[in-house]
């Protein structure tokens, strides 16, 4: 390409020397650039917007799981009295909840526990242990 004609073309690309016509064409193009991105901006923030109140709304309908059925209970302790026939083992099928143990030997192990007794067999009577029951009923 010769200086002549690169002159030309740089006098064609320099904003000095468009009509009119030229610069309102162009002007209307970087305005319909612009409102272009405003659109597509828009439509990705609507676009996030709804997966975002579509998940929320879908956490909260997982959350409530409860059905209404559901009655809680609570866990108390009571004071129990040995007397000359009882054992441990009578003392805790009494009391026992299938539903808050896995066997009457891990409710038999907790009783134990909470009155640090050694020997399970050896129950003197007159003896007050604490035992672990649960109710339905909010004391």
């Not at 108390?76 to 009295?81: D, I, L, Q, R």
């Not at 038999?108 to 007159?126: F, Q, R, V, Y």
């Amino acid at each position: 390409m010769s200086d002549a004609m690169r002159a030309a073309a740089s006098l064609y690309n320099d904003p000095r020397y468009f009509s009119r016509s030229e610069v309102r064409i162009r002007k209307n193009k970087i305005r319909r650039a612009r409102i272009f991105r405003r659109q597509v901006f828009l439509l990705f923030a609507v676009i996030a917007l709804l997966i975002f109140t579509s998940i929320l709304f879908a956490s909260t309908i997982k959350s409530q799981a409860q059905s209404d059925e559901f009655v809680p209970s609570f866990k108390y302790y009571k004071t129990v009295t040995v007397h000359t026939e009882d054992n441990i083992w009578s003392i805790a099928q009494a009391n026992y909840s299938s539903d808050h143990y896995d066997g009457m030997q891990s409710y038999i192990t907790e009783i134990c526990s909470i009155n640090n007794i050694n020997d399970p067999d050896k129950l003197n009577a007159g003896e007050n242990i604490v035992i672990p029951y649960y109710s339905e009923e909010f004391k």
